[in-house]
């Protein structure tokens, strides 16, 4: 808001502007993305000369609160773990803050099972050990085995061994 105070000749008035700050562009690289891969976030304003912060957050948590630097700001990261995150950038100026969001989808990392046996093919009645690997040797978590049974179908039921 600009006024003007007046003099002896003319009287006082005032002008009022709305001052817009375009909210910064936001991008990320690669979306999707697999769990433990890193991603590469980057928030620019319009202004290469612009100055300030921008903080990057995953909902309410905040990953990082980032300088400007030529108009824009990068921030990397590969702990967001697997499922659906609402990334905000928010850029925190003099006139304001102003925010752009995205959506980043991580994917699981993939897994091989191998199954073995300890006597294949077996007879009625002779114990057979089941053994199951599961790659990578990282992966945590527990193995179903389940018996199909001789004339196994895609629509019959399994047993849990």
Same mark, same amino acid.
């Given at each position: 808001?600009?006024?003007?105070?007046?003099?002896?000749?003319?009287?006082?008035?005032?002008?009022?502007?709305?001052?817009?700050?375009? +909210?910064?562009?936001?991008?990320?690289? +690669?979306?999707?993305?697999?769990?433990?891969?890193?991603?590469?976030?980057?928030?620019?304003?319009?202004?290469?000369?612009?100055?300030?912060?921008?903080?990057?957050?995953?909902?309410?948590?905040? =990953? /990082?609160?980032? *300088?400007?630097?030529?108009?824009?700001? *990068?921030?990397?990261?590969? !702990?967001?773990?697997?499922? !659906?995150?609402?990334?905000?950038? *928010?850029?925190?100026?003099?006139?304001?803050?102003?925010?752009?969001? =995205?959506?980043?989808?991580?994917?699981?990392?993939?897994?091989?099972?191998?199954?073995?046996?300890?006597?294949?093919?077996?007879?009625?009645?002779?114990?057979?050990? &089941?053994?199951? !690997?599961?790659?990578?040797?990282?992966?945590?978590?527990?193995?179903? &085995?389940?018996?199909? /049974?001789?004339?196994?179908?895609?629509?019959?039921?399994?047993?849990?061994?």
């Amino acid at each position: 808001m600009a006024t003007y105070n007046g003099d002896n000749t003319y009287g006082r008035s005032s002008a009022a502007l709305v001052q817009t700050v375009k +909210p910064p562009t936001l991008t990320s690289s +690669p979306n999707p993305s697999t769990f433990g891969e890193v991603v590469t976030f980057t928030a620019k304003v319009s202004s290469s000369t612009a100055t300030g912060t921008v903080t990057v957050s995953d909902g309410s948590t905040t =990953l /990082g609160s980032l *300088t400007l630097s030529n108009g824009a700001a *990068t921030f990397t990261t590969a !702990t967001l773990s697997a499922g !659906t995150h609402f990334i905000v950038a *928010t850029y925190n100026c003099n006139y304001g803050n102003s925010s752009a969001t =995205l959506t980043q989808t991580v994917t699981k990392r993939t897994t091989t099972v191998t199954l073995t046996s300890s006597a294949n093919p077996s007879i009625t009645g002779q114990p057979v050990t &089941f053994s199951a !690997t599961v790659s990578p040797l990282t992966a945590t978590g527990s193995v179903t &085995f389940r018996d199909y /049974g001789p004339t196994h179908t895609d629509s019959d039921a399994c047993q849990e061994l």
